[in-house]
């Protein structure tokens, strides 16, 4: 009958390569995605008022002004010449929003870092078994 350590050397083989590749390449993808599909630039925008109406406006990285008219009632709480915080995307400054954006790709960055870390310690273990 085989002992535990004699089983164990299989089964911590298995997650080894099961888990780290697969880990590691949820972090590659989540790496990829908040670099170069989500990356959301905050800057402050100003309320302003005049002769076409009400919104924000605001500068982006190359110090282009852009605007984001709104309708009174959106900005019913807000005097002229408020300032808040907002969120835009650099290559397309008319997507924007008020609120934090959601971190991009967060449930597979968590399974990747325990995918990872389930990974690393079965190949640990791997290398530490066969010493007792």
């Not at 050397?9 to 993808?29: K, V």
């Not at 008020?98 to 960055?109: C, D, I, L, R, V």
């Not at 968590?110 to 010493?131: H, W």
């Amino acid at each position: 009958m085989p002992t535990v350590l004699e089983m164990a050397g299989p089964i911590l083989e298995m997650l080894t390569w099961l888990c780290l590749p697969a880990g590691l390449g949820l972090l590659f993808y989540t790496g990829f995605l908040r670099r170069f599909v989500h990356p959301w630039d905050v800057a402050e925008a100003v309320v302003y008022s005049d002769t076409t109406g009400v919104g924000f406006r605001w500068f982006d990285r190359k110090y282009q002004v852009h605007h984001a008219p709104m309708s009174p009632h959106d900005i019913k709480d807000l005097a002229v010449g408020d300032t808040l915080p907002i969120y835009y995307h650099p290559k397309r400054p008319t997507q924007w929003q008020m609120a934090a954006p959601e971190e991009a790709g967060k449930t597979a960055s968590l399974l990747g870092r325990a995918l990872t870390a389930i990974g690393a310690v079965a190949l640990l273990a791997g290398f530490v078994l066969p010493m007792f």
